[in-house]
């Protein structure tokens, strides 16, 4: 199993990005997906969750700002950032419980390897 996100870049201060991270592999089901970022020298935080029914929770820190989505059909999950502002800069990380086909030991936790939001001031 893998994740693979894109959609990372430059952007300048109030635009737009929009992140996806698709799951590839044996893959039987997926529970719940995140994302979370790491900025430098700062720790690990998790940014939106959503489940399989589309439920979302969010980082008080993005709120009204980003919107998780996913299309479960394509295995992939989106992060739609507005408004961004430089300290949303960071190295944004897609994670997902995953159940693989034919292999014993329930749900899994996978990571996808980042992709690099900049906000310019």
């Known amino acids: 199993v893998q994740l693979q996100a894109s959609g990372g870049g430059l952007v300048q201060a109030g635009g737009s990005l929009r992140l996806s991270c698709a799951a590839s592999?044996?893959?039987?089901?997926?529970?719940?997906m995140h994302w979370y970022r790491q900025a430098p020298g700062k720790q690990r935080e998790l940014v939106a969750r959503i489940t399989t029914s589309g439920s979302a929770l969010y980082a008080d820190s993005v709120k009204g700002r980003f919107t998780i989505s996913r299309d479960n059909a394509k295995n992939t999950v989106y992060l739609q950032m507005n408004s961004l502002k430089p300290e949303d800069t960071a190295v944004y990380l897609c994670?997902?419980?995953?159940?693989?086909?034919?292999?014993?030991?329930?749900?899994?936790?996978?990571w996808g390897q980042g992709t690099l939001v900049t906000v310019s001031s």
């Open positions: 592999g044996s893959i039987f089901s997926i529970n719940v």
């Open positions: 994670n997902a419980e995953i159940l693989q086909i034919a292999v014993p030991g329930g749900f899994g936790n996978y």
